[in-house]
């Protein structure tokens, strides 16, 4: 897949997890997907695991997530660099800075992702 198709790809899916649209998230995940999970630590694995990590998640902190940057790395992962802004639910700003999303895809799916500090 082209990183045009790519860009695309991730844009629509960075949007619809600031939307808060699990489903429309998971369907671009793999059922085994591993997951990072950058709020408690350690990893989740599969769809079941990662709806319920973001739905606990979003009880407690309002996190955004955009993309400026997807390229192929020569090892053929998708990187994406992400504007990322966490706040309490009360508005205030928990953290505000760039991450690197990581994707390892099988079949056009999400296999994995893992979250790099810039």
Sequence with gaps: MADFDHRILFVTIYAAFNARAIDEVL?????DVDWPNGWEGGWVKGHDAVRDYWTRQWNVVNPRVE???CETD????????????V????GTILADGMVQHVYQLEDGLIRRMEIREV
């Design 27 to 31: 369907v671009n995940m793999h059922p």
């Design 67 to 69: 993309p400026l940057r």
């Design 74 to 85: 020569v090892n053929g992962q998708i990187v994406v660099d992400v504007h990322q802004v």
């Design 87 to 90: 706040k309490d639910l009360s």
